[in-house]
């Protein structure tokens, strides 16, 4: 039985990226919306830091990137290379992190490596982009 509970498919990758924290823009509301309006604060500390990494794990709907973490909510853009596709400029939500490299065992009882780096959440990425990779994860 599968413990996979995510909503797409994944594949495993190697593709080499740029992750750069770009913040959110500000959205101007109406005082009355305003007044009753909350949201959860994206990160603003990390605002044109830019990261070296590589895509680990890929699907329609996000990524795990193996880079130095960048803080939750960051708001991040990443490009990279798709195969038969080209060249990719997505955005992100940072929603986890692991901090530092660490192991855990697999049914057998042998360690699985798992490196450090960040869960991202897609909020943008080109439709035939996301249509090579739905095709990856097949």
């Known amino acids: 039985m599968s413990r996979e509970h995510r909503r797409a498919r994944r594949v ?4 080499p990226a740029i992750i750069e ?3 959110q823009p500000v959205v101007a509301l ?3 919306v305003e007044a009753v309006y909350r949201r959860v604060a994206p990160d603003t500390t990390s605002i044109g830091k830019t990261v070296p990494g590589s895509i ?3 699907s329609t709907n996000g990524a795990f990137i193996g880079c130095d973490p960048l803080p939750l909510l960051a708001r991040v853009r990443i490009g990279f290379e798709l195969p038969s596709y080209g060249a990719v400029d997505a955005v992100g939500w940072v929603l986890w992190a692991r ?3 660490c192991e855990i065992p697999d049914a057998l009882g042998d360690p699985v490596p798992l490196p450090r780096g960040i869960g991202v959440l ?3 990425m080109p439709l035939e982009a996301r249509q090579i990779v739905a095709k ?3």
Do not use: C, K, Q, Y
């Open 136 to 138: 990856m994860a097949r």
């Open 12 to 15: 495993a990758v190697n593709i």
């Open 122 to 124: 897609f909020e943008a």
């Open 56 to 58: 680990r794990d890929l």
């Open 21 to 23: 924290s770009i913040g």
């Open 30 to 32: 109406h005082p009355t």
């Open 99 to 101: 901090e530092a490299d």
